[in-house]
């Protein structure tokens, strides 16, 4: 029985090892949980570039685009895609804006499913209330300098679109460094976060929705 | 009186209107030309990014449209928004076969699907039987029309053969769609734009340079 136990573990181990190299099972998920909402409270505002890569698999595609980030508690963002497009996206509490090439678009996000969906993901990546998102079953690993956090959606709507979102964590200052959406297809989108800067000042009025 | 004077102006009216209904393309000469004179202007997909926007009715969809011809010679369209969310992928194969790869929920509708279909056959020109075209034109243009199954795919050019002025989609007598494709740059459209006739559906597609 016990050699079946180690037999089960072992081949646990490889599983999870092959899916994501580098990175083991964090066993202490207690004290993660704690160091993160601890560090996450300390952090009133983020400012930092982005790079977001779409990868398209079968097409042997990828799109890559830039542009800068802002977040300011509580429930703020503002995403501003520079290039090799011009997007706009603010998440102001409840309230989404946007901005693309030809149109301005307000919309309330608890009006839309998805948006409130993506939204909440956005916002709890940031606050650190991640874990605590009843749309996600969470697993958490971890490597030398990073946590990675796996969300499997188990909501509908969601799990229609996302097989995980896995989001890396520093483990320097538990700030966020990269958000990975991988769809049921085998495509992925990553955002990753370049030159952060926590707790900057940043005005009110970059989230204001008129 | 006054009653019967208003019935004799509506039933004025319709006729006016039916009648130019099906002189549309009645009172075309014919003309000389071959398929192949389209040639020029149908587009050389390699690969090729645009920004994308899509007025349907009263819903607003922004996003990147990627378009990319496969080892196989089929095309491949994949759609998603600027953050990555993918709204479909479709395949056209050079047979003249389609195939729904992905497409979400909102959207999966057979009417939509038949729609978008179409549209964009007329925008690849894969579907330009020589064994049934005919050319005519009148004044102003020339004529290059394609019978289909249900209805007419027209290319419209000016009468010297070398600008294609708009392409249709028509029944025997109304015009159900007009697209226009400009700017070509290395056998790419710059700009493209699709105009539906019957209820508020357009496309605008602006190429983008990566």
């Known amino acids: 029985m016990r050699k079946i136990f180690l037999i089960l573990i072992l081949i646990t181990g490889y599983v999870v090892k092959a899916q994501y190299a580098g990175y083991a099972p964090l066993t202490d998920v207690a004290k993660f949980k704690t160091d993160f909402a601890n560090a996450t409270q300390k952090t009133a505002t983020i400012k930092s570039n982005f790079v977001q890569e779409k990868e398209l698999s079968m097409l042997a595609e990828k799109i890559v685009s830039k542009g800068m980030f802002w977040f300011k508690k509580n429930n703020m963002v503002r995403m501003e895609y520079t290039q090799p497009f011009k997007y706009l996206m603010i998440l102001n509490n409840d309230k989404v804006y946007v901005k693309d090439a030809q149109k301005e678009t307000k919309v309330s996000a608890g009006s839309n499913k998805l948006f409130r969906q993506i939204n909440d993901i956005m916002i709890d990546c940031m606050q650190g209330t991640t874990l605590n998102n009843a749309d996600f079953k969470t697993r958490i690993f971890e490597n030398k300098t990073t946590y990675l956090v796996e969300l499997v959606p188990v909501v509908k709507g969601l799990k229609e679109l996302l097989k995980h979102i896995n989001v890396v964590v520093d483990k320097k200052d538990y700030s966020v460094n990269s958000i990975e959406m991988l769809e049921l297809s085998g495509d992925n989108t990553v955002i990753r976060f370049v030159n952060k800067e926590l707790n900057a000042n940043i005005q009110d009025a970059l989230f204001t929705i008129k | ?210």
């Not at chain 2, 192949?36 to 449209?65: E, I, K």
């Not at chain 2, 729609?115 to 020109?125: A, C, G, N, S, Y």
């Not at chain 2, 075209?133 to 394609?146: A, G, H, L």
């Not at chain 2, 290395?186 to 496309?203: A, C, E, M, R, Y």
């Open chain 2, 1 to 210: 009186m006054q009653i019967f004077r208003m019935r004799y102006l509506l039933l004025n009216s319709c006729l006016i209107l039916l009648g130019s209904c099906t002189t549309l393309y009645k009172n075309l000469q014919p003309a000389n030309g071959n398929v192949s004179d389209l040639q020029q202007f149908r587009p050389q997909f390699s690969v090729a990014l645009y920004n994308t926007t899509v007025d349907v009715l009263d819903n607003h969809l922004s996003g990147l449209l990627l378009i990319k011809k496969m080892p196989d010679s089929s095309i491949r369209m994949v759609f998603s928004n600027e953050m990555g969310f993918k709204f479909f992928d479709f395949e056209f194969a050079s047979t003249g076969e389609f195939k729904v790869y992905s497409i979400i929920k909102k959207m999966n509708k057979k009417a939509v699907i038949k729609t978008l279909r179409k549209d964009f056959e007329l925008i690849l020109m894969n579907q330009l039987d020589a064994a049934t075209f005919k050319i005519r034109k009148d004044e102003n243009f020339k004529y290059y029309t394609f019978p289909q199954q249900k209805g007419y795919y027209h290319y419209i050019t000016n009468l010297a053969g070398d600008h294609l002025v708009r392409m249709e989609r028509a029944s025997n007598r109304k015009q159900v769609v007009e697209v226009v494709m400009e700017n070509y740059i290395n056998h790419i459209p710059d700009t493209i734009g699709v105009n539906h006739n019957k209820f508020h559906f357009t496309i605008g597609l602006k190429r983008i340079e990566r």
